[in-house]
């Protein structure tokens, strides 16, 4: 989209038309907007229908609005669009991250956490610590044992990571897949819903989230591997 077209409303001071344009250039922002914070609210980080995705969006539009200028650079917008999204689901979430810890600190210390998550049972097979994929061991330790996903997130789940459907039909593989998908760190969670919600490849979330590739292709490697318990 030519940026003259977007400084031409801006110059008009039409913001509703900017939106439009904005809305038509990336319409992945908002599928990562909703998937997000649908995802925050199931892991009661944030309460249930209290934000709105397409509010928290008018804030987004509106900030790019005020500080868009006839030399702002499209591949840059666009990754500003998804930075600042994100920024705005964080800042909702109960669970804040420190100023002083910088993302890329955080995704390495993730990767620890990540692996030691996993062993290998007799055949060299991988298997969660702490037995996560036994029903039982969940509920002895209090936690509870209907542990599901939303639909959809589980729908984009399958399709993003290639699972097999059919493994999903009972009961206690969808509570384990809840499982797996709810114990990734914070963080590296973010990462996944940028590439499951926002539809962005390895070197885009790089971009947006300020980090070498390499360390975003590692988390995906890890989360692959965890979901191949299911």
Same mark, same amino acid.
């Given at each position: 989209?030519?940026?003259?077209?977007?400084?031409?409303?801006?110059?008009?001071?039409?913001?509703?038309?900017? @939106?439009?344009?904005?809305?038509?250039?990336?319409?992945?922002?908002?599928?990562?907007?909703?998937?997000?914070?649908?995802?925050?609210?199931?892991?009661?980080?944030?309460?249930?229908?209290? @934000?709105?995705?397409?509010?928290?969006?008018?804030?987004? @539009?509106?900030?790019?609005?005020?500080?868009?200028?006839?030399?702002?650079?499209?591949?840059?917008?666009?990754?500003?669009?998804?930075?600042?999204?994100?920024?705005?689901?964080?800042?909702?979430?109960?669970?804040?991250?420190?100023?002083?810890?910088?993302?890329?600190?955080?995704?390495?210390?993730?990767?620890?956490?990540?692996?030691?998550?996993?062993?290998?049972d007799g055949d060299g097979d991988p298997i969660l610590y702490d037995e996560l994929d036994d029903i039982s061991y969940r509920q002895?330790?209090?936690?509870?044992?209907?542990? @599901?996903?939303?639909?959809?997130?589980?729908?984009?789940?399958?399709?993003?990571?290639?699972?097999h459907e059919a493994s999903l039909l009972s009961d206690e593989k969808r509570q384990l897949l809840g499982v797996l998908y709810n114990t990734i760190p914070e963080r590296s969670k973010k990462v996944i819903?940028?590439?499951?919600?926002?539809?962005?490849?390895?070197?885009?979330?790089?971009?947006?989230?300020?980090?070498?590739?390499?360390?975003?292709?590692?988390?995906?490697?890890?989360?692959?591997?965890?979901?191949?318990?299911?």
């Open positions: 989209m030519p940026t003259k077209e977007l400084f031409k409303h801006k110059q008009e001071n039409d913001f509703q038309q900017f @939106y439009k344009k904005l809305e038509t250039f990336v319409p992945e922002l908002k599928q990562f907007m909703t998937g997000s914070l649908k995802a925050a609210e199931q892991q009661g980080m944030l309460d249930r229908g209290f @934000y709105d995705a397409d509010e928290m969006l008018d804030e987004v @539009y509106l900030e790019v609005f005020n500080d868009f200028s006839s030399e702002t650079d499209i591949v840059k917008l666009r990754r500003s669009l998804f930075q600042k999204a994100l920024k705005k689901i964080e800042g909702k979430e109960a669970e804040e991250i420190p100023d002083e810890v910088n993302t890329h600190a955080m995704l390495k210390g993730e990767l620890k956490l990540l692996n030691e998550d996993f062993t290998t002895k330790q209090g936690w509870s044992s209907k542990i @599901y996903l939303d639909d959809l997130l589980e729908k984009q789940l399958i399709a993003k990571f290639d699972l819903e940028l590439f499951v919600f926002g539809n962005q490849d390895t070197h885009e979330i790089s971009e947006i989230l300020g980090v070498p590739e390499e360390v975003i292709e590692r988390i995906f490697f890890k989360v692959k591997e965890r979901f191949k318990l299911v």
